[in-house]
């Protein structure tokens, strides 16, 4: 085998591999230049994920089947089913967003390869092979183990089909379900392909990604309250709209259910996994003989934008300096592909954070009618903490992904003592105001709602909340942002999430807890504002503290790290 | 007056350049060349503060610039080697972002900006993401960028790299009107036919070492030889090209 690999073969062989081994070199989360392993802990993370679910209902089912009748099993295995599908579908629609730049052939492979002598249908032969093994792996990791394992797990006295048709039921209907999303995924890009222009494709196409990364993270949360017993029981029809309920209603087939329910669901399986596989396919067709003009037809703009952010809000910053950084860094997040991707995934959690909380609040039986209305001002009170504590810390985190890092030696020639100090505030003020005030002015209306004039209170302590969170995160902050080499992290992953759930118990539920009494008692206002005056002030002490004296960290343009997959040589 | 005084960087223990000393004064173009690796960038580098020199030192006005280094780069306006910009930005904010660095004034820098990108035909792609750019056209936004401020040393790094020849053209003559206007321009390049069109002096380096410094009649006085080229070929020790050439093909016909 490894001698294999290292011969050079066909063509599109060659590209296959290629193809293959781009698609672990993210983007998103590595260099640009760097080629991270991500291939084995992508694999590891979507095995692990897909094995919890047996394990997870293993100890349910021990007593399910202790119970004197069957009629609650066979309930819970059709519930866990789709619940399963669910899951796959999530896990699968993310695998799919990060690799949604990669579905088709991009510009940079047809400048690349377009001059080799490689045929048309051979670069798209071998993206389509490298799709196809991809896939098959992230498939084959996410379902495999737990579709044999789930129908033995959840095996007992009152199961009376054969395990074999169970395992083969589940089989088929996560593999088609899986299957299912990622051709929509290339399905949905294809069309959009084949529809936009070029200049629109671009961003059309990334607002989706987000859209749909945000639509996961944002379900997420709503997945320990689903399915209920009544969509189930009551034969919903808003299952319909639901696909992997689609294939759930394929495995139920399977399994010997016949009613027009289930029917009508497998049916909607059985037309939607042909359709979304001949809708790629032609979307792969009209690409493949579009691609010379769709690669080179120029996406530039030339006309002034309609809409300069980073111009209005730099003018915060008095000085010149000021302004050149605050500018720069609104535009980069603007831009910036892997940025964005960052901060909306980061801040992403914390909108699904908030659904959760919201969710809980609805569908939980933990709170009485009576004590509803305390608990729903405790969460709209929260909710601008939770969003800006979430916003803050993606941004902070994305300040340190460099972009063109090689152009750093602009800000590099032009550093000066003089104006360092005004350009960190010009950095403080940008993050105080995209991480800070557009999560406050986003909630504002429904706390004036919720609090009638006392919103305005709140609203105000909160404003300073956000404002000693700010001076928090920033307190050791020394670089422009975008503009350094990531250096490795000075703590553990597990170290800085238990951090991080510290920070955001005591700044968004404590603090949204003490707001709260604060805004209809002095004493707790007054102890919170001298607290929180005390916090600021020790912040903003030791985050000026030899501000400015030291000079900008610019960590040198670190060598491209390669690391191979072994893939190619020994 | 600028003046390296035996300018040194080592690279873990291994020269980038030794004792690199030379002048250049108002209204000077002086060549700055030598083959590649011979220490043309580090010099450069250490001179726009890029990287910290291990000993010696520079001056200007007779000032060591290390005691106000930001001070010393305002008066100077810099085009590097590698055409390495913010592509996701447009010429225009590009322009915009190097001119509040440099502090210049938001009207003042507006008009700077807008002429700079009509002067040097960019003007129509003002609102373009650079990624867009041919490698000439982010060329000339470096040049727009390092004359923005009206700096007194211009340091060109390769400058003509990219540039079609009206632009070269173009670029030559601007070199000398900055000069005749009494600002000092070191001047890096391998193309040594402009180099010997345009400079008054040059200095050869060599393997980290200044191996010449005079003027070019000076230089092919000097060595009876009847062109820069031929200078440089002797003292930078060129191996026989016509013998590497053949050597390339056969390497190149291998079955």
């Known amino acids: 085998m490894k001698t294999w690999l290292e011969q050079t073969h066909t063509p599109v062989l060659e590209l296959t591999r290629h193809f293959f081994l781009g698609l672990f070199r993210s983007e998103s989360f590595a260099g640009e230049d760097s080629f991270s392993p991500l291939f084995v802990q992508i694999l590891g993370l979507l095995i692990a994920a897909s094995w919890y679910i047996p394990v997870q209902v293993f100890g349910r089912y021990v007593r399910i089947n202790a119970l004197p009748d069957g009629y609650l099993y066979h309930l819970a295995y059709s519930m866990d089913t789709l619940w399963m599908l669910l899951v796959m579908s999530i896990l699968m629609g993310l695998v799919g967003v990060f690799q949604w730049p990669s579905l088709f052939p991009s510009q940079r492979d047809h400048l690349v390869l377009s001059p080799l002598p490689l045929t048309r249908a051979q670069i798209f032969g071998g993206k389509i092979c490298a799709l196809f093994l991809f896939f098959a792996m992230c498939i084959a990791a996410i379902t495999l183990l737990s579709s044999i394992a789930f129908p033995m797990v959840s095996y007992g006295r009152w199961e009376t089909r054969p395990y074999l048709l169970r395992a083969a039921a589940l089989l088929v209907g996560t593999n088609s379900c899986v299957v299912f999303m990622v051709l929509a995924a290339i399905a949905l890009q294809g069309v959009m392909l084949a529809v936009l222009p070029v200049r629109w494709f671009r961003a059309t196409s990334f607002s989706i990604q987000i859209a749909i990364l945000l639509l996961i993270l944002c379900a997420a949360p709503v997945l320990p309250y689903f399915p209920t017993r009544e969509l189930i029981e009551g034969r919903s029809h808003w299952l319909a709209l639901l696909p992997p309920a689609w294939f759930w209603g394929l495995n139920e087939e399977i399994l010997g259910a016949s009613n027009d329910f289930i029917g009508g669901l497998a049916l909607r399986a059985k037309v939607a996994l042909p359709a979304s596989f001949l809708l790629a396919s032609t979307t792969y067709l009209i690409s493949y003989f579009r691609y010379t003009r769709q690669a080179m037809e120029s996406p530039s703009q030339q006309r002034r934008p309609v809409l300069a952010p980073a111009e209005w809000l730099s003018r915060v910053s008095p000085a010149p300096q000021a302004r050149a950084v605050s500018s720069f860094l609104i535009n980069t997040l603007l831009r910036g592909r892997r940025q964005k991707l960052i901060f909306f995934l980061i801040a992403g959690v914390g909108l699904a954070l908030i659904i959760e909380n919201s969710m809980y609040l609805v569908l939980s039986d933990i709170y009485r009618p009576r004590e509803l209305p305390g608990a729903v001002r405790s969460a709209v009170l929260s909710l601008p903490l939770t969003l800006s504590f979430f916003t803050m810390v993606a941004l902070r985190r994305v300040f340190r992904i460099p972009a063109d890092l090689p152009a750093n030696w602009v800000f590099r020639f032009l550093e000066s003592r003089a104006t360092r100090p005004a350009q960190l505030n010009a950095i403080l003020a940008t993050f105080l105001i995209l991480g800070g005030l557009v999560p406050l002015a986003f909630s504002t209306p429904v706390e004036c709602v919720v609090f009638g004039a006392k919103a305005l209170v709140a609203i105000g302590l909160q404003a300073v909340f956000i404002l000693t969170l700010g001076q928090y995160l920033m307190i050791d902050w020394r670089s422009i942002p975008f503009t350094f080499a990531e250096s490795a992290p000075s703590r553990q992953l597990v170290h800085s999430l238990t951090l991080h759930l510290v920070e955001l118990a005591l700044y968004s539920f404590v603090g949204a807890a003490w707001i709260e009494s604060a805004i209809n008692k002095w004493i707790p206002l007054v102890a919170l504002l001298v607290t929180v005056a005390l916090i600021l002030a020790f912040c903003t002490r030791r985050r000026t503290e030899e501000w400015g004296n030291e000079p900008f960290d610019f960590a040198e343009t670190p060598a491209p790290l390669i690391e191979s997959l072994r893939l190619f040589h020994s | ?255």
């Open chain 2, 1 to 255: 007056m600028l003046e390296l005084k035996a300018l040194t960087k080592l690279y873990r223990g291994a020269p980038g350049v030794r004792n690199v000393s030379l002048q250049l004064s108002p209204g000077e173009i002086l060549g700055y060349i030598g083959p590649n690796g011979s220490g043309k960038s580090t010099t450069i580098k250490m001179l726009t503060g890029l990287i910290d020199p291990t000993s010696g030192q520079i001056l200007f006005r007779g000032q060591d610039v290390t005691k106000d280094f930001a001070g010393f780069k305002r008066r100077v306006g810099y085009i590097p080697e590698e055409p390495h910009l913010y592509t996701h930005l447009s010429g225009l904010e590009y322009l915009t972002l190097v001119g509040r660095l440099r502090g210049l004034e938001a009207r003042l820098l507006a008009r700077k900006a807008d002429a700079f990108l009509s002067l040097l035909d960019l003007y129509e792609s003002r609102f373009s993401a650079m990624t867009s750019y041919s490698k000439g056209m982010r060329q000339r936004i470096l040049i727009a960028a390092a004359l923005l401020a009206d700096p007194e040393v211009i340091i060109l790094d390769e400058p003509f790299s990219g540039l079609d020849v009206n632009a070269a053209m173009l670029f030559r003559r601007l070199l000398m009107e900055l000069a005749r206007g009494g600002r000092m321009v070191l001047f890096s390049s391998h193309v040594l036919e402009v180099v010997e069109k345009l400079c008054s002096q040059v200095v050869i380096l060599y393997r980290g070492d200044v191996v010449a410094q005079d003027s070019i009649a000076g230089l092919r006085a000097l060595l009876a030889l009847p062109s820069l080229v031929e200078v440089f070929a002797q003292l930078t020790r060129q191996q026989d090209q016509d013998v590497r050439a053949r050597e390339i093909v056969e390497v190149m016909a291998a079955r």
